[in-house]
């Protein structure tokens, strides 16, 4: 069986969309001085793999904190192999071309190729990665009533080189 890392080892001074801050370990305690060694972490929301739930977008979407463990549950997942370089953003058209392939999947996966830019270069990673055009962003809506959530190895659904895309 193939395995598949979903998740980023978190790491100070790691990949974020420019101006987030990125993860902090402050030492709380020490075996020197308290017998043992303790830390504590600031981690952002946005740092590394996480998911941004309805209302990040949407002011009455649900919280992080209101959805129900189940809603992360995917009986049906879709992975959409979908090339991608710098700066170049998932269309409409290449939806649709793939609309039978994604059919009644709640968790739909985008694999560009993009996330080897995160160790290569991060700075593309960060500042010119593939985006979703808006088009793009409306057709999964109204055309997928079962998709939950949208998932892409690459940093967001927008990006800051982009001002046609979602922003964060």
Known sequence: SMQVYLSYTLAPGDVVWP???????????S?????????????PNHHGTHYDAPNH????????????MDY?????????????????????????????QIGDAQLLLFKTGFARYREEQPRVYEENGPFFYPEACVYLVENFPALRCIGMDFLSIGSPSNKLSPQA
Not at 31 to 43: A, I, Q, R, W
Not at 57 to 68: D, M, Q, S, V, Y
Not at 76 to 100: H, S, Y
């Open 72 to 100: 992360f549950w995917f009986d049906r997942v879709c992975v959409l192999d979908l090339p991608k370089e710098p700066g170049q953003g998932v269309t409409r058209e290449d939806l649709e071309a793939r609309r039978q």
């Open 57 to 68: 977008f949407n002011a009455a979407g649900p919280k992080i904190t209101e959805l129900p």
């Open 19 to 29: 101006g987030e801050p990125t993860v902090e370990i402050h030492q709380f305690t």
């Open 31 to 43: 075996v020197e001085k308290d017998g043992y060694n303790s830390y504590k972490t600031l981690l």
